[in-house]
Nanobody
């Protein structure tokens, strides 16, 4: 089993920055080590569908949805079983609950993040004007 715990959410003004972290705990029998997982962040705003935000494959390749490209940076530290999402130039439309996700398939697209094998409980990000 893999448990994911997010932290770092909060309230900021438009143009501000936040850094989200997601720590993975692998318990019991885990067939695949953390460094082989696809990792991603997705979000859900009130009244809207969940949407993938960014992803990082086991290879280290990153990908982003167009609306956050150039503003958000996803990274991973396999030694710490941790993933990050650095968010800058935040906009009011970035307000949402952000979830981290992990999948045992090493190259799964972030667009499928809401259906990844494992998902965290979420952390609220609120951006005010």
């Amino acid at each position: 089993q893999v448990q994911l715990v997010e932290s770092g959410g909060g309230s900021v003004q438009s143009g501000g920055s936040l850094r989200l972290s997601c720590v993975a705990s692998l318990t019991g029998y885990t067939e695949y080590p953390f460094n082989t997982y696809s990792l991603a962040w997705f979000r859900q705003a009130p009244g809207k569908e969940r949407e993938g935000v960014a992803g990082i494959l086991a290879s280290g390749r990153t990908e982003y949805r167009s609306s956050v490209e150039g503003r958000f940076t996803i990274s991973r530290d396999n030694a710490k079983s941790t993933m990050y999402l650095q968010m800058t130039s935040l906009r009011t439309e970035d307000t949402a609950v952000y979830y981290c996700a992990a999948d045992t398939f090493s190259s799964r697209s972030f667009r499928a993040a809401p259906s990844f094998d494992y998902r965290g409980q979420g952390t609220q990000v609120t951006v005010s004007s």
